[in-house]
């Protein structure tokens, strides 16, 4: 998921917050740079840890492949649907304030998560969770943008991804060897220390701020939003079990498409006060860096779900050996976006947009051909490390791209609306590849029933003792199919990058704010 790294244009999200309290001393300054690092990372921290659980709690809980989707998608649901509101949120309530109310929601759902005794009580818990994240993710951004003026903003946050960038690749390991030493539990309880130091820190150092022309919540586009999204992952969900011509299934699939033109509508209907402004897709480089990073974003969320699973089931790795497999994406993801920085600067952004994801289409692709109980640094890493590289080559020009092309009086904005659209990619990816799974690992199973070929699924992806060599030879092809689709999507938004975007001399023009 997006959690292995952050979404692109969070930096973005920054640079468009202007107003900040002159007042502050160094001191205060550099304990709310700590409080938004704890905070913002901290939920992309329990999505990278909870991918590398998934495989115990799925047995554990003795959950089929389509429930324990809803581990991560419970999550992912509300944080896409609802980060924008949250950003609204924010600015007119206070950034402080919206802040600790998240950090606390999400704590309480975190121990919540910890104790839970079943799959739908994990479930339910996670959706709560899920809110609390769209409360402070966009607080802790707007609360750093705040604080620091223009001048200092570069600085912090240089400081701010840097050090982000090495929590997150802590992140996977030390969940994995929780998961392996402790139990899946403990990498919810995890997040209760950091959640109370990041509040703390908050109330006591960072001053209070809010936007004096903030509007009022777009709460009917909300809702809608995120109506359409869940039916049309529930109905994604189901396709395992009900097969793709269930009549329920097609009508929920139905729902939700009718759910998110509604959405469109609404925005449309509203305008000033709507939480993604249509306006902005009247620019060609916001539309297809949208598009670029929809594609992106659903082939990284997709690989990096299933990954674990084939390292874990196929491969014979630990918990923590998973977590460390993904190290090296991390690392390259956080430390290799100042180099593409700078290349971007000198040759141009859409170059990279279009190189970028080509070459992560290429590590997806070979991923799909390695097999994972070979020795990692001759299997896996190569892999890894390109995926990693397209990665981090793609995400700054990304970010600078939707902002130039919104222009600064829409920047924030911009921002959150190809934030919101990284997530929910992710969200997509999990049910939709799920679909793709199971009807790969069917058709090479040749199973007489679809009742049948779950139920031997479920096995598989379970750690079941006594599974039919067949089965085994099934998923792994079937994994192979997810990640040849996975590479596919990106190489398309490769395609998009190189030839949607306007030509690089083009961009700084719209740098007026004009839309």
Not at 7 to 27: H, M, N, Y
Not at 220 to 248: E, K, Q, Y
Not at 335 to 349: H, I, M, N, Q, T
Not at 464 to 477: L, P, T
């Amino acid at each position: 998921m997006v959690g292995f790294t952050r979404p692109p244009c969070d930096a973005g999200v920054i640079q468009a917050k202007t107003c900040f309290d002159a007042t502050l001393s160094q001191r205060r300054k550099r304990l709310t740079l700590v409080a938004t690092i704890i905070g913002s990372s901290m939920a992309l921290l329990d999505s990278s840890v909870v991918n590398i659980a998934l495989p115990a709690m799925q047995q554990a809980l003795h959950a089929d492949a389509a429930a324990t989707q809803w581990i991560v998608n419970a999550y992912m649901l509300p944080l896409g649907a609802l980060v924008l509101i949250g950003g609204s949120a924010a600015d007119l309530y206070g950034r402080r304030r919206i802040f600790v109310v998240g950090v606390t929601v999400f704590t309480i759902a975190s121990i919540a998560c910890g104790l839970s005794p079943n799959l739908a009580a994990l479930t339910v818990s996670r959706a709560v969770q899920g809110l609390g994240a769209a409360l402070l993710t966009p607080a802790s951004l707007a609360m750093l943008g705040a604080t620091f003026d223009e001048r200092e903003r570069s600085r912090a946050i240089g400081i701010w991804a840097g050090a982000g960038a090495l929590m997150l690749a802590v992140g996977p390991p030390l969940g994995g060897w929780l998961v392996d030493q402790v139990s899946w539990r403990a990498i919810f309880l995890l997040n209760v220390p950091l959640a109370i130091v990041a509040a703390a820190l908050a109330l006591g150092f960072a001053c209070e701020s809010s936007d004096p022309q903030a509007k009022q919540l777009d709460w009917r586009g909300a809702v809608a939003v995120a109506m359409g999204l869940a039916l049309i992952t529930w109905g994604l969900s189901a396709i395992p079990a009900a097969g793709f011509r269930d009549r329920t299934v097609l009508a929920t699939l139905g729902a939700g498409a009718a759910s998110l033109a509604l959405f469109v509508a609404i925005e449309a209907y509203q305008h000033e006060r709507a939480m993604m402004p249509l306006s902005l897709y009247r620019s060609r480089d916001f539309s297809a860096t949208n598009a670029l990073t929809l594609l992106l974003y659903f082939a990284l969320g997709g690989a990096l779900y299933y990954l674990p699973f084939g390292l874990i089931r196929l491969g014979g790795y630990s918990a923590t050996q998973a977590g460390a497999a993904l190290l090296p994406f991390s690392l390259i993801m956080g430390f290799g976006a100042a180099f593409a920085g700078v290349l971007a600067d000198r040759l141009g952004p859409r170059l990279l947009l279009g190189i970028g994801p080509i070459i992560a289409a290429c590590g997806l692709a070979m991923l799909a051909f390695v097999d994972p109980r070979q020795a990692f640094w001759a299997s896996v890493l190569p892999s890894i490390v390109l995926l990693g590289l397209g990665m981090s080559i793609t995400v700054p020009p990304l970010t600078s791209t939707v902002m130039s092309a919104a222009g600064k009086t829409h920047a924030g904005i911009a921002s959150g609306v190809n934030n919101a659209v990284a997530r929910i990619a992710g969200l997509f990816a999990v049910a939709a590849l799920g679909a793709v799974l199971f009807a790969s690992f069917s058709y090479h199973l040749a199973a007489p029933t679809p009742a049948q070929a779950s139920e031997a699924l479920d096995a598989v992806m379970s750690g079941q003792s006594g599974v039919r060599e067949q089965a085994v030879d099934a998923f792994e092809r079937a994994l192979r199919t997810i990640m040849l689709v996975a590479a596919g999507c990106s190489a398309l938004a490769g395609v998009i990058g190189g030839l949607w975007t306007a030509p690089n001399d083009a961009i700084p023009a719209r740098e007026s704010g004009r839309i």
